[in-house]
């Protein structure tokens, strides 16, 4: 399973990022391993983040994608896409270890 971790910064000691759609990075992480770091191209700029960020990580085959908080119209995106969501808060790095 891939999951997709909105990121303040480039690794995994970083915070979870509060905005899913402005997130600075997504760390994609699979089997619990960080296989890829995206610099998010929706992070700044006009509307429609949501679902710039919905397409970007669904091209990208992610089953699941985390934030501190997704928005109304990006939760939409997700479930369209079918792509689960989960809003959580804190390190990266504890959160793979739960997994």
Do not use: Q, T
Not at 1 to 19: L, Q, T
Not at 29 to 55: D, H, T
Not at 62 to 68: G, K, N, P, S, T
Not at 73 to 81: G, L
């Amino acid at each position: 399973m891939k999951v997709a971790i909105a990121s303040e910064n480039k690794n995994e000691n970083s915070e979870i990022s509060a905005r899913a759609g402005r997130a600075p990075f997504y760390l994609i992480f699979e089997g619990g391993n960080l296989i890829k770091v995206m610099k998010n191209p929706f992070s700044f700029g006009g509307g429609g983040a949501g679902w710039g960020v919905a397409k970007m990580l669904g091209d990208y085959k992610v089953d699941l994608v985390i934030a501190e908080n997704f928005g109304e119209n990006m939760k939409m995106a997700f479930k369209e896409r079918k792509i689960n969501f989960e809003e959580r808060k804190g390190n990266i790095k504890n959160f793979i270890d739960e997994k």
